[in-house]
């Protein structure tokens, strides 16, 4: 059976599994759905990540967010994995465990 995720599970692992990564694309672990909540950056910067393109697809969509300088994220942007950044120099977020996992 595939985990059920109530808010109060989201509002928990927002601090439980936190993380800072000045690697952005180190974090690819199929188990593990991230939601970006800011990065840092000195200037310009691109952020290519993946994600699936509906509910119960197998394919993943590709998805390029770009700006400048340090952005939060009011509104987490949910990725399977980061696929190419140019001008990042820090993601932070917090993950879940990707119900495909079990």
């Given at each position: 059976m595939k985990p059920f995720h109530l808010?109060?599970?989201f509002f928990r692992l927002s601090y439980q599994n936190q993380f800072s990564e000045s690697t952005p694309t180190?974090?690819?672990?199929?188990?593990?759905?991230y939601f970006l909540t800011g990065l840092e950056a000195s200037g310009s910067w691109t952020l290519t990540v993946?994600?699936?393109s509906s509910q119960g697809s197998k394919d993943y969509?590709?998805?390029i967010r770009s700006g400048?300088?340090?952005t939060q994220f009011f509104h987490p942007i949910a990725v399977d994995k980061?696929?190419?950044?140019?001008?990042?120099?820090?993601?932070?977020?917090?993950?879940?465990?990707?119900?495909?996992s079990n």
């Open positions: 808010p109060g599970d180190d974090l690819n672990d199929p188990k593990r759905i993946h994600g699936f969509r590709e998805h400048s300088g340090n980061i696929a190419g950044h140019t001008g990042v120099s820090r993601v932070y977020g917090f993950w879940v465990p990707s119900p495909s």
